[in-house]
T-cell receptor, first 114, second 111 residues
Framework: DTGVSQDPRHKITKRGQNVTFRCDPI?????LYWYRQTLGQGPEFLTY????????KSRLLSDRFSAERPKGSFSTLEIQRTEQGDSAMYLC????????????FGPGTRLTVL | SQKIEQNSEALNIQEGKTATLTCNYT??????LQWYRQDPGRGPVFLLL?????KEKRKERLKVTFDTTLKQSLFHITASQPADSATYLCAPHSGNTPLVFGKGTRLSVIA
């Protein structure tokens, strides 16, 4: 148990629909990251939060993606008007945010866009 | 741009042998290098971190080396077991940017 839960674990949606994923760290950690992973690739950075503040966004994060961390604890990632290319595993990770930035990942949400 | 190469997509070895996985990087000056294990359908799990001033780090049957001149890290699993079968990801890290992962090497240990 890494101390991070993600919900849902699987999501199937039709193209054009909106989806929202949630990440819940069990314990408090300063930093929370979102990654996307497709088959045969390593996780690709999307965005991260330092407490409530969203500090960096990848160029992968198009305008259809938005993330929030309203109280510095849980976080949500929303994808609007989903496309087939959005099909991937979406991973959340937490980190103390100091020094080495070792990360502890949740189990991920697998999104399939039909 | 930063580039990470892990030696091969897949590595098959016999149980009991030592598995050696390679991580090469270019256009980087990482202060640390992290290794993670990922099982199918699960998130990566942190294994080991090695700093630029450390040549070698060990944890149980795992050993990691870090050669900043060659821009390479080697990850060894000694006395490998079928339970070690997984994908192993490396992530060189400068310390002030988000982690960038390699594609990973899928290790299969055959009994």
């Amino acid at each position: 148990d890494t101390g991070v839960s993600q919900d849902p674990r699987h999501k199937i949606t039709k193209r054009g629909q909106n989806v929202t994923f949630r990440c819940d760290p069990i314990s408090e950690h300063n930093r929370l990251y979102w990654y996307r992973q497709t088959l045969g690739q390593g996780p690709e950075f999307l965005t991260y939060f330092q407490n409530e503040a969203q500090l960096e966004k990848s160029r992968l994060l198009s305008d259809r993606f938005s993330a929030e961390r309203p109280k510095g604890s849980f976080s949500t990632l929303e994808i609007q008007r989903t496309e087939q290319g959005d099909s991937a595993m979406y991973l959340c990770a937490i980190s103390p945010g100091q020094g080495t930035d070792t990360q502890y990942f949740g189990p991920g949400t697998r999104l399939t866009v039909l | 741009s930063q580039k990470i190469e892990q030696n091969s997509e897949a590595l098959n070895i016999q149980e009991g042998k030592t598995a050696t996985l390679t991580c090469n990087y270019t256009n980087y000056s990482p202060a640390y290098l992290q290794w993670y294990r990922q099982d199918p359908g699960r998130g990566p799990v942190f294994l080991l971190l090695i700093r630029e001033n450390e040549k070698e780090k060990r944890k149980e049957r795992l050993k990691v080396t870090f050669d900043t001149t060659l821009k390479q890290s080697l990850f060894h699993i000694t006395a490998s077991q079928p339970a070690d079968s997984a994908t192993y990801l490396c992530a060189p890290h400068s310390g002030n940017t988000p982690l960038v992962f390699g594609k990973g090497t899928r290790l299969s240990v055959i009994a």
